[in-house]
């Protein structure tokens, strides 16, 4: 967007996560036709996200697994991430600090209320394999 004078002000909306289960060899399909599309479903994600920050007091999102606690990464000057300490108070992952470090990480597991965008189901029957993806987004 621009302003009066020109200057440029940089928008952007606030992005939702998405994402994919995919089954490529299964040997029979579940009975994906039962789930409602309509309706939010809970998702709980197996892939961490990471969080950066400069101090070692990192926020993470309420839209968390709780039963797989977060991590805490020191990133030193080396690039290397060493494993540190942490204490989480609500949303705050405090971790100790370390000597050194240039910047920290923190890394959780999402748990998304989602809703379904695709669903797909494949059948191959000369090899009697079969195959699923199911694509949501967070609302």
Known sequence: MRLMKGGLLMQRNWRRLRTTIAVSEARFLPALQGLDLDVPHVIQCLARRQLASATPAITLPTARRADIEPLGYAVL?????????????????????????????????????????????????????AGWQLVAEEI
């Open 77 to 129: 000057a080396t690039g290397f991430m060493a494993r540190t300490a942490s204490v989480l108070a609500g949303d705050v992952l405090t971790l100790t600090p370390v000597t050194g470090a240039v910047s920290y990480t923190a890394t959780y597991v999402p748990e998304l209320v989602a809703l379904i965008t695709e669903l797909e189901e494949s059948l191959d029957v000369r090899s009697a394999r």
